[in-house]
Each structure stands twice: as structure tokens, then as C-alpha cells.
């Protein structure tokens, strides 16, 4: 598990004088979940198209499965862009087989393991309509099918979670767990820090072209304390900017994430919260994924 399936060094890319990428390393190793972070505009899918070769570096090298970059190895990794694409007047099965064959399997593999996963995705019923036929949700996971049906020894998925309904980005978060156990590496870029922080064992953030934050997520998170409470409750919480023993928090409605300037202020926060709304939950906790990336994004637009 300590070889590198990918590695980038010193990544650099510009475009029209503005540098969308600055000197951008991270390494991903096999059978590791790697989640490649940051706002909208932050470098991440220059950074991926980067990887998969669709453009090229102004400086920095690249190598995967401890190779320089060679066409042949697409092969070897499945890739989700961000823009989607598939062949909307043709059937799903017959999507399956072109894309197949593309990546050299014979049809019959493909029609074996294409029938496998869309039982697994639930699309078997599917098989023979159109794409122009399936919902946003189905034709995603039409895409995520495609992308490991040659089954890749690592897969690149851009916003993997899009258009998917809770249910569905369950059975997503599943099948990619169950990929990881079978030695897969898998870059995951997503603004869906929940999910994200229930798959990936690394994290990268990128922010404005540049890397902000590496390292496994267990460490990253100790490195921001353990100062944190995090609340379910009922009632109205605007009274929470007043105090001035909590250092910030974020309100999702009925759940808050709050984070203390000392954690000996616990016993006070609770005597408020019990003071001014109907406390169902309380407990100490990590900062959530969510938090970290708001603080790094926010770090920095002040900077």
C-alpha cells in the first residue's frame, strides 16, 4: 500500500498571463481515497485535465503508476470529468459496449460486466432505452458506470455526487469504498464535505491556483483542536454571536458546530443553549471537513 499510483510535481499552468495553477504536488498512493478540495475556481479541474494529459503543464512533471504519462496508460484509470458527455440517441448497452471497446476490452466482457453494474446501479431495467430517456440522476450513474467498467487501477472523478439524490450518492459512496478494498486509488473532487469526509483518507485544498492544505484527514483535523461542540437543537440561535467565549460557529437550522475560544467554556455554552432553546444533542467533537474548508477558503480571500 506505500506505492505511489500518482504523483505531481511542481504543476504549473497559465493561461492568457492569470496562473491557474501554482506549482501544485501531492502524491496518491494505492488503494488510498485522495480528496482534491477548493471553492469554484480554485485550480481543481485545470489540475485534473492536467493528470489526464487533455492539456498540458508549462512546468512540472507527472507520473502514474510510477510512469510518465504515455496514452496507453488511459487504459489504466478512469476518468468522470466535470462536463458530462454521452451519446444521447444511442441505447445504454450500446453506450456500455463503444466506450468498452474503446479501452480494448472484447464485447462480451463488456456485455458481462456492463449487466453486473447496472444491477448494482439499478438501471438494469434500462438496458435497451435510450440515454435521451433516463433522468439526470440515471444518466449519471450511466457515467460512473462507464468510468470503471474497464475496471482502472485509478479512477479520477469530478463532482462524482452531481445530479444523485441522497439515496443514490449512498450507493455511489458504497461501490467506491468497495473499490479502495480492491486496491483502487481514487482522486475525489467534490463540494459535498459530508460525503467527502466519510471516503477519503487524504485531503488536498487547493485555493486561488495554489496548495493550502496536504496530509491524511486524522491529522489535519487534530491540527485545528478539539475545541469544537456540536449541538442538535430546536429554537432560534441568534443569541450564539453574543457570546464571547465562543470563538465561531455554523448554523445548519437545527444543528450547530461550534467552535469555543477554551474548551473549559463547555459548562457555560451549555447552560445557555439550555437557557434559550430545547437542546436534543451535545456532544464534543472534531471540526467537520465543511469547517476546515470554510476557514481555509476564507484565510484565503483575507490574505
Do not use: C, W
Amino acid at each position: 500500500m506505500n506505492e505511489q499510483a500518482l504523483a505531481l510535481n511542481g504543476l504549473v499552468k497559465d493561461f492568457d498571463g492569470k496562473r491557474a495553477v501554482d506549482q501544485i504536488s501531492f502524491t496518491v498512493r494505492k488503494g488510498e481515497i485522495l480528496g482534491l478540495l477548493g471553492p469554484n475556481g480554485a485550480g481543481k479541474s485545470t489540475t485534473i485535465r492536467m493528470i489526464m494529459n487533455v492539456i498540458a503543464p508549462d512546468q512540472g512533471t507527472i507520473e502514474i503508476l510510477g510512469r510518465p504519462f504515455s496514452e496507453k496508460m488511459k487504459d489504466s484509470i478512469g476518468y468522470l470529468p466535470e462536463e458530462r458527455g454521452l451519446y444521447r440517441k444511442m441505447k445504454v448497452m450500446d453506450v456500455l459496449v463503444y466506450l468498452g471497446e474503446l479501452k480494448g476490452l472484447r464485447r462480451e466482457t463488456i456485455r458481462e460486466r456492463g449487466l453486473k453494474l447496472l444491477r448494482q446501479f439499478d438501471l438494469e431495467s434500462y438496458e435497451q432505452k435510450k440515454v435521451e430517456e433516463l433522468s439526470k440522476g440515471m444518466a449519471q450513474k450511466l457515467q460512473i458506470i462507464s468510468t470503471i467498467l474497464h475496471e482502472p487501477e485509478l479512477l479520477i472523478l469530478d463532482e462524482p455526487f452531481s445530479g444523485l439524490d441522497p439515496l443514490n450518492i449512498d450507493l455511489v459512496t458504497r461501490i467506491l469504498l468497495e473499490k479502495k478494498k480492491e486496491g483502487v486509488s481514487i482522486i475525489l473532487s467534490t463540494h459535498l464535505m459530508e460525503y467527502a469526509e466519510k471516503l477519503v483518507d487524504t485531503v488536498v485544498m487547493i485555493d486561488q491556483g495554489r496548495k493550502v492544505l496536504d496530509g491524511k484527514l486524522a491529522q489535519i483535523k487534530s491540527q485545528y483542536g478539539t475545541k469544537f461542540i456540536r449541538v442538535e437543537y430546536e429554537g432560534d440561535s441568534a443569541f450564539m454571536s453574543g457570546l464571547e467565549y465562543v470563538k465561531s460557529f455554523r448554523d445548519y437550522g437545527r444543528e450547530m458546530e461550534i467552535e469555543l475560544v477554551d474548551l473549559a467554556h463547555k459548562s457555560r455554552l451549555l447552560e445557555a443553549l439550555n437557557a434559550r432553546v430545547s437542546l436534543n444533542s451535545f456532544q464534543l467533537t472534531e471540526p467537520s471537513l465543511q469547517h476546515i474548508f470554510i476557514r481555509k477558503v476564507n484565510e484565503g480571500a483575507r490574505a
